[in-house]
């Protein structure tokens, strides 16, 4: 093959390199957002087909280095972009699913005030059994627990600017729940608990200390304020 060939060649590949190299630093550093919205059965196919990429492009990568003599640094650098590539991904400490406790516990202190007037809120609707967008609009009929449009709109508005997904209550405990993740058979959550009784096991760091396949642990805050920490592999 013509030298100016080879090249042209490898230009493209080098270009294929760059692009497989950043889409799988992006699917694997957001991939927990990403599913948040696309579900595992949407991102799945997706992060499979950047797998499969960029594993195609980086075997190319290296069997065009039996070019080197021929071609110099044409040939070395799509597998130099690889191999960034994966020692990123290996050297930086990816986000995991959900808020940790110290982020948490630092937004309840930035944002007591609206946690306690949500909290308010929900105990003067005793027929509001559990608000959120969760699983459909909760409640379907808001009239039927006493609820009017217009304090449903402050609801919402208090919960989208704290970030809560859905509040629900049981038995002298509210349940704000800020983080979910996976599947309702098998996932997580990440939640505020305003409850009248210490819960247990307390723990100093919930996902740190979760153990066994399914449960729950809690973090204190202060007062009646808790993290609640639930899993089921």
């Known amino acids: 093959m013509p030298l100016d060939q080879s090249r042209g060649k490898g230009r493209i590949v080098l270009v294929l390199a760059i692009v497989a190299a950043s889409a799988l630093v992006v699917v694997?550093?957001?991939?927990?957002?990403?599913?948040?919205?696309?579900t595992p059965f949407l991102f799945g196919p997706v992060w499979g087909a950047v797998m499969l990429g960029f594993a195609a492009i980086a075997i190319w990568s290296l069997i065009r280095l039996r070019h080197i003599r021929r071609e110099g640094w044409s040939a070395v650098l799509p597998a130099v972009v690889c191999g960034v590539a994966v020692a990123t991904l290996i050297a930086l400490p990816l986000p995991g699913p959900h808020p940790t406790d110290d982020d948490m516990i630092r937004d309840f202190t930035q944002h007591r005030q609206g946690y306690t007037t949500l909290l308010r809120m929900f105990e003067e609707d005793p027929k509001l059994g559990r608000l959120g967008d969760l699983a459909g609009d909760w409640p379907e009929n808001p009239a039927d627990a006493g609820v009017d449009s217009a304090r449903l709109a402050r609801?919402?508005?208090?919960?989208?600017?704290?970030?809560?997904?859905?509040?629900?209550?049981?038995?002298?405990?509210?349940?704000?729940?800020?983080?979910?993740?996976?599947?309702?058979?098998?996932?997580?959550?990440?939640?505020?608990?305003?409850?009248?009784?210490?819960?247990a096991p307390l723990v100093g760091d919930t996902e740190r200390d979760a153990d066994g396949p399914t449960g729950e642990v809690y973090r204190h805050i202060e007062g009646n304020w808790y993290i609640v920490y639930e899993w089921d592999a």
């Open 155 to 199: 609801y919402r508005a208090l919960m989208r600017d704290l970030g809560v997904e859905s509040l629900e209550r049981s038995k002298g405990r509210v349940l704000f729940i800020m983080s979910t993740y996976g599947l309702s058979v098998s996932g997580s959550s990440k939640s505020y608990l305003y409850s009248d009784t210490p819960p």
């Open 28 to 38: 694997t550093a957001f991939g927990d957002a990403a599913m948040e919205y696309f």
